[in-house]
């Protein structure tokens, strides 16, 4: 089981597509690292949306990753993931 401890930058492979792989793993480091080292009171309110919003981008713009994100078996990759899958379907409702 792999997780992301937020205090190194991790790789992941999604796919032969560097540039997502790049992208997706500077965004998972980022939130793993925020969520575990800046415990400040404002994950839910600030931080959370914003890297929900941005999983949301992803999602949409390849469903596949759904399946590869959970795969990590990490919590706040997985909770993101979750989050994100609740906000494209909800903003898919409204149009």
Same mark, same amino acid.
């Given at each position: +089981? ?52 941005? +999983? ?40």
């Amino acid at each position: +089981m792999m997780k992301n401890d937020g205090f190194h930058n991790l790789s992941y492979t999604f796919g032969d597509n560097e540039l997502l792989n790049q992208r997706m793993s500077d965004l998972i480091n980022e939130f793993c690292h925020v969520f575990r080292h800046h415990a400040d009171g404002n994950w839910k309110s600030f931080y959370k949306p914003k890297y929900v919003k941005l +999983m949301a981008e992803e999602l949409t713009a390849r469903p596949s990753l759904i399946r590869k994100l959970l795969a990590l078996k990490d919590p706040v990759v997985s909770n993101i993931t979750y989050a994100a899958i609740e906000f494209n379907k909800q903003n898919s409702s409204v149009e």
